[in-house]
């Protein structure tokens, strides 16, 4: 083409294959093929599989291609906020990433937001712990939370603490904490069988006065 390819305006806007300027910047090509700014230097070379890419690929999707194997940061405040390191693992709040996502703070936290209903569900480390919290703005008080595996749900804990397997509990110990004893209850809600903190059974009766107690 022997047009023009540089245009520059009165306000020093800057349009590149293109006089309809839109930005202080503006580079266009006439077809639908890709539209990339490469930036190299004596490190990384200046062949086509050097430095970084930046534009819109062929199928119009937005490229930020590192070809170097090196890490990408992002920053806000001049300082450092995210990178994804050159195995890929993506590192927030820390430049170290050990994992595929690594979040590092005094209190790292990821937040769930069900716009439809305005739920939160938060998944939260805390001295060693990781807590899961379901409504964690406490404001409804019918939420859940959920185990799956295979397609089906197996474990629910609702708002009040209780929990409910789907399946069979397999292993040595069956332990209840505080001094509510153990009860086993049907699906009605009717409690079936109590063992009272002092080991006492109950079938039939809430209130086992015996060490087996059957009403």
């Known amino acids: 083409n022997s047009g023009p390819a540089l245009f520059v305006r009165g306000d020093r806007n800057i349009g590149i294959g293109t006089e309809t300027i839109r930005q202080t910047l503006h580079q266009h090509v006439s077809d639908s093929g890709a539209n990339y ?7 990384t070379g200046t062949g086509t599989t050097d430095g970084l890419v930046v534009g819109i690929s062929g199928d119009e999707d937005a490229l930020i291609w590192n070809h170097e194997d090196e890490h ?7 300082t450092e906020r995210m990178r994804i390191d050159n195995s890929g693992n ?13 979040i590092s ?10 716009t439809d209903n ?27 939370i959920q185990f799956h595996t295979g397609g089906s749900q197996r474990v629910t804990i609702d708002s009040s603490g209780h929990t409910t397997f789907s399946g069979n509990i397999i292993g040595e110990d069956i332990k209840a ?8 209850q049907t699906d009605e809600g009717t409690k079936r069988l109590v063992i009272t903190d002092a080991g006492n059974v109950g079938i039939g009766t809430t209130s ?3 060490e087996f107690h059957m009403f």
């Open 37 to 43: 700014h490469a930036f190299t230097n004596s490190t």
């Open 72 to 78: 990408m940061l992002f920053a806000t405040n001049n």
């Open 90 to 102: 993506v590192g927030i709040g820390t430049s170290s990433p050990a994992t595929d996502l690594h």
């Open 105 to 114: 703070s005094a209190t790292p936290t990821i937040t769930f937001t069900d």
């Open 118 to 144: 305005n739920y939160d569900a938060t998944i939260a480390g805390l001295s060693g712990s990781l807590i899961l919290k379901a409504d964690a703005n406490a404001e409804f008080g019918t939420e859940t």
């Open 177 to 184: 904490s505080g001094s509510g004893g153990l009860t086993l």
């Open 208 to 210: 086992p006065t015996e």
